[in-house]
T-cell receptor, first 113, second 116 residues
Framework: GAVVSQHPSRVICKSGTSVKIECRSL??????MFWYRQFPKQSLMLMAT?????????EQGVEKDKFLINHASLTLSTLTVTSAHPEDSSFYIC?????????FGSGTRLTVV | AQKITQTQPGMFVQEKEAVTLDCTYD???????LFWYKQPSSGEMIFLIY??????QNATEGRYSLNFQKARKSANLVISASQLGDSAMYFC?????????????FGQGTRLTINP
């Protein structure tokens, strides 16, 4: 079946630093990648949608300069949290689609101290 | 706009019993897709079952079945013969259109606990 590898699974960073999260589709071409954020005991909140080679489309209220998304190839998309602050601590999860189904990464738990 | 509503924050069921998790949706689209995902404590999202709006038969996948009532706009998940490993968060989600990489809209989720 389709597999999406997401790294790192956990990261702790200092306030003010940047963190990059990678999602790779291992056995299919991900024409579209979705990035979600999930707070404890809450649902997944879509942050942005990216298509390979195009600029990401951000959901209302999501700061595009803070959450940089790059989807340079059909198998790799990255989310960079810039100048992270404690309120950015959360669970981030990607989902890749080839136009038919959706395959989720295993998620990244970010803690900003 | 699309909306998914899951009204059961938590469900407690005895092992081996069947359980129904409720999901209602609202959309103005004629064609759409409905998904159910399981999220264990590890955080991964596990795809369980899919129902297209034009599918006449209710979807089934092993112990999972989807009770699709289009007129009522409901898509309840039925888990038969529950197991301890079924304890997890369950999310209902909708996609506008029956294909294409459109975004998924998720419900609030239901935490299912299976008691031995």
């Amino acid at each position: 079946g389709a597999v999406v590898s997401q790294h790192p699974s956990r990261v702790i960073c200092k306030s003010g630093t940047s963190v990059k999260i990678e999602c790779r589709s291992l056995d299919f071409q991900a024409t579209t990648m979705f990035w979600y954020r999930q707070f404890p005991k809450q649902s997944l909140m879509l942050m942005a949608t990216s298509n390979e080679g195009s600029k990401a489309t951000y959901e209302q209220g999501v700061e595009k300069d803070k959450f940089l998304i790059n989807h340079a190839s059909l198998t790799l998309s990255t989310l960079t949290v810039t100048s992270a602050h404690p309120e950015d601590s959360s669970f981030y999860i990607c989902s890749a689609s080839d136009g038919y189904g959706y395959t989720f990464g295993s998620g990244t738990r970010l803690t900003v101290v | 706009a699309q909306k998914i509503t899951q009204t059961q924050p938590g469900m407690f069921v005895q092992e081996k019993e069947a359980v129904t998790l409720d999901c209602t949706y609202d959309t103005s689209d004629q064609s759409y897709g409905l998904f159910w995902y399981k999220q264990p404590s590890s955080g991964e999202m596990i795809f369980l079952i899919y129902q297209g709006s034009y599918d006449e038969q209710n979807a089934t996948e092993g112990r999972y079945s989807l009770n699709f009532q289009k007129a009522r706009k409901s898509a309840n998940l039925v888990i038969s013969a529950s197991q301890l490993g079924d304890s997890a968060m369950y999310f209902c989600a909708m996609r506008g259109g029956i294909q294409g990489a459109q975004k998924l809209v998720f419900g609030q989720g239901t935490r299912l606990t299976i008691n031995p």
